[in-house]
């Protein structure tokens, strides 16, 4: 999609990404067979049906509702592929369809840079953070991060009179923490911008978290990690930036420390070691200077790794839908198909189908969960 959606078109790509077992792949998936949000919400019901799971679609007055209020709060829903759209977001396979955004846009089109880590942060992590968040801000770099308590806290903080972008878990009505909803505020009024794929009155639970760590990683050229445990969600959030072809740094620390053994195994396994904000700078700024967008390594995340029971919108799981009924041209189909992945193009030439074709039978393989998609274009069955 390129340019602009119409009032209608924006209402139907609301629905559609928020009716039932519908994700950011699955949405795509459906655009890329029928054309448009509103033929895929016509056969939406038919298709569901057919991979035995019926499911219904968002009416079109709680569409507007939705939008109606999230307007009146100063929010805009911005869709891939339209000018406003952060690119380097737009470069990975699972973006959100609709980015629901408040504040600043301009945040958003300057080069990014994520810092994240421990809730339960040190002094000397903190002290750290905001020493890094003001250099990186005054060297013309937006810092993104996920309003979490600690070192997120502080990295927006440290941001602040240069702009910063906050990712919410939840709705823009449902701020998580709530007590970290007054330095929202300052951040939309001091030129920052807060941005979220969930419903307005979402409430965040455990899952939507990591879903929100890839959208961190993904507006940004390079994610920083000051302190993280061992099995920190931080090291969720740089396993997701290495996956999209992001940059990832760490800031070394005391091997005494548990928060320190996250990071310093991050530095062993090959991320750049930061201990200084000049480490970042000298080498993302080539990069933010030539516009180039850092591109998805091999494989993304795979879409059980941060949709996992999410509502409305969910992309179907592997191996939980009935079988869809087969046809001889969807039993070639599987004949070809294997664990490991192959390109669509490569699968219709064996076939002897045209894409067209091959795209349909495969989209409802997926809805019945007996297909795996990965990067560029190309799919498997589950091993």
């Known amino acids: 999609m390129t340019g602009r959606l119409s009032d209608e078109q924006r209402i139907a790509w609301l629905r559609l990404i928020r009716s039932e ?33 019926a499911a219904t679609v968002m009416g ?36 959100p369809p609709l980015l629901a955004v408040r504040g600043n846009l301009e945040a958003l089109r300057r080069p990014t ?39 997120d806290t502080r990295a927006h903080k440290g941001a602040l009179v240069t702009g910063t972008a906050a990712v919410l878990a939840g709705g823009h009505a449902r701020i998580y923490p709530a007590e970290n909803e007054p330095l929202l505020e300052r951040i939309v009024e001091e030129g920052g911008v807060a941005v979220s794929e969930m419903p307005l009155w979402w409430e965040p639970r455990s899952q939507d978290f990591p879903r929100r760590n890839r959208i961190v990683s993904g507006l940004s050229l390079g ?25 990832v ?21 090959g991320a750049t070691l930061c ?4 480490h970042v700078i000298e080498a993302l700024t080539p990069l933010a200077a030539s516009g180039r967008v850092p591109v998805p390594a091999a494989r993304e995340p795979s879409s059980a790794s941060y949709t ?58 997926e809805l019945a969960g007996r297909l795996i998609r990965h990067p560029n274009n190309a799919v498997s069955l589950p091993a």
């Open 21 to 53: 077992h519908i994700g950011p792949r699955t949405f795509y998936a459906l655009l890329d067979r029928f054309g448009s949000a509103s033929a895929a919400l016509e056969a939406w019901p038919h298709l569901s049906r057919r991979a035995g799971r």
């Open 60 to 95: 079109h007055a709680e569409a507007e509702r939705e939008l109606l209020a999230a307007a009146r709060l100063g929010i805009q829903f911005v869709a891939r592929g339209e000018p406003d759209y952060p690119r380097a977001l737009a470069a990975i396979e699972s973006a």
């Open 113 to 151: 840079v994520a810092i994240i880590g421990s809730r339960n942060a040190s002094a000397a992590g903190l002290a750290f953070t905001e020493r890094l968040a003001r250099a990186l801000g005054a060297a013309g770099f937006t810092v993104v991060s996920g309003l979490a308590r600690g070192i």
């Open 223 to 247: 994610v920083v990690v000051v302190e993280a445990a061992r099995k920190s969600g931080s090291l969720i959030t740089a396993r997701f930036a290495l996956e999209q072809g992001r940059e």
């Open 249 to 269: 740094f760490a800031v070394p620390g005391s091997p005494l420390d548990p928060r320190a053994e996250g990071t310093n195994d991050l530095i062993r396994q």
């Open 275 to 278: 201990a200084a904000p000049e």
């Open 308 to 365: 996992e029971d999410w509502e409305p919108g969910e992309d179907w799981p592997v191996g939980e839908a009935a079988d869809a009924p087969a046809r001889d041209e969807e039993r070639g189909i599987l004949r070809l198909l294997g664990p490991a992945p192959v390109s669509l193009d490569e699968l219709a030439r064996e076939a002897g189908l045209p894409i067209s074709a091959v795209q349909g039978i495969l989209l409802e393989l």
